[in-house]
C-alpha cells in the first residue's frame, strides 16, 4: 500500500491560488439510485457522493478510468489505471494499494469490517459522512453478497468456476466531494480479485454470517482533482465521444505539486 499525504492541496486551499465556481457550503445528501441510457458501456459499479454541478466532472472521471478495463478480461490494469491518472490535470494520486488482502477461512461480516478499513488508508481523506461509509459498507457487502441478482451485470465477471471453488473480479469506483474535500473531487476505483472455495450456485446466495475460504487481491487508487470552474451540462458525459475526456480547467492550479506514482 502506498500513501502520499495531502499537504499541497490544503496548502492551495489555504492560500487561495486557485478559485472555483462557489464555496463549498455543508449541506445533507440526499441518496438517488440513477439509471439511465448511455452510449457508453462502464465495468464499475458507481457510487457518486457528490453535489449537482460536479456529477458531470464525475462521470467524466469514471469514462476516463474506464481505459484501464481490458477489452479481452474485462480485467482492471492497474499499471495502465496509474498511468491515466498522472495524466490527469490539476490532480494527483494521493494513494495505491496492488496486493493480497485476505487469505483465510474468515467470516464474510468480519471481511466486510477489514475492506472497510482499508478503503479508508487508501483514500487517504478524512470523510466524516457517516451517510458516505454506509455507501462504502453496502457497497463492499454488495462484492461478496447478494450476487445473485448482480449475476449479470458489467461490473463483474465470472472466471474459473469448479464444483468447489469460484473466482470473479468486481469492479466498483466511489466519487467524493463534500465539505470534508473541499475545492477537490476524490475518485477511487477498486478491483477485487476474488477467489472462494464455494461452488457458484451456493456462492450467488451467500450471507453476511456465512464463512468459507477467501483470496482477495485489491487493485485500488485515489486521484484527488480541482473541482471543475464550469457546469457542463449531465447530457454531455453519458457520450464520450461528445465529450473531452481532459477538457481543461481555466483555473490551473500552478503549484500542484504532486509526485506521479510508479507502478
Sequence with gaps: ???NNLNNFNNLENNGEYHC???????PFRHIALTVPSSDITN????????????AQAIRLTNTFQGAIDPLTLNFNFEKALQIANGLPNAGVTGTINQSVIHQTIEVSVMISQIKEIIRSVLGLVINSANFWNSVVSAITNTFTNLEPQ?????IVW???SATQTSYFYKILFSIQNEDTGRFMAILP??????VDVQKQQ???ITIKDSARYEVKMKALTVVQALD???????????VRNYSLHRPNHNILQNLNVNPIKS
Design 1 to 3: 500500500m502506498h500513501l
Design 21 to 27: 465556481s462557489g464555496p463549498i457550503i455543508k449541506k
Design 44 to 55: 464499475f459499479n458507481e457510487i457518486f457522493y457528490v453535489e449537482p454541478q460536479y456529477i
Design 151 to 155: 449475476v449479470d451485470e458489467n461490473w
Design 159 to 161: 472466471r474459473n468456476l
Design 190 to 195: 477498486i478491483a477485487f480479485e476474488i477467489t
Design 203 to 205: 456462492l450467488l446466495f
Design 229 to 239: 470552474s464550469y457546469n457542463a451540462p449531465i447530457i454531455d458525459v453519458f457520450n
